[in-house]
């Protein structure tokens, strides 16, 4: 078990990034580790799939474009897309008062049916469908599945993130070597490039 040359944190034999600083541990070196180079490179644990175990070790965490891309993604289709059609089917006679406020209590519905699913979605998979359409995916820094726990944590951080026009997020991970957003360094997460 070696520690981390970034914050010094201890790190377990086998980690692919720090869990508290987010620093990728294959930068750091076998001797780090104080592990062999054999060991580096060994295969992964029974608990990773060995599709998970590349995506972590080869892929770039530098995804943000596709990120907000599958953000977008998602959120056209777990809320504006149902409010836009159930608008449409209560507005069709015309506007009125009633209809708004049905629209408006329809939305509010469905905002926490999206928190759900994108809970849901990085726990169950790893990715939501927007994740999934621009080829990235979320796994713990440690390179592990992600744990329920983890996805509802940085999922009910996406409230902080997004605050500001998602100022806090943008500078999370400008200053992140692992483009991390808040949500991500609090659940010890990282977004990776999925492999296909």
């Known amino acids: ?13 086998g ?9 990728a541990v294959a930068a750091l070196g076998s001797a780090a580790l104080g592990m062999s180079d054999s060991q580096v490179s060994s ?6 799939s060995p599709s998970l175990h590349s995506a972590v070790t080869e892929a770039s965490t530098k995804c943000g474009v596709r990120r907000a891309g599958a953000y977008l993604f998602d959120q056209l289709i777990t809320i ?4 836009t059609l159930f608008g449409a089917l209560v507005f069709s006679g015309g506007v009125d008062d009633e209809g708004v406020t ?5 939305a ?3 905002s926490p049916i999206s928190f ?32 329920w726990g983890a996805s509802l944590v940085r999922n ?27 949500g991500d360094r609090v659940a010890k997460t990282v977004v990776v490039r999925a492999r296909g």
């Open 1 to 13: 078990m070696g520690s981390c040359s970034q914050c010094g944190t201890a790190l377990r034999q």
């Open 15 to 23: 980690s692919q990034f720090c869990g508290q600083c987010g620093a």
């Open 43 to 48: 295969p992964p644990s029974q608990q990773e």
């Open 80 to 83: 504006w897309l149902p409010v």
């Open 102 to 106: 049905a629209v408006q209590g329809f």
């Open 108 to 110: 509010f519905l469905v």
């Open 116 to 147: 759900v699913y994108f809970v849901v979605m990085e726990a169950g998979s790893g990715a939501t469908l927007g994740k999934r359409l621009l080829g990235i995916r979320v796994v713990g820094a440690d390179g592990a599945k992600v744990s």
């Open 156 to 182: 009910l951080m996406r409230l902080v993130d997004l605050m500001f026009w998602a100022i806090p997020a943008l500078i999370s991970m400008v200053m992140s070597p692992l483009d991390q957003r808040l």
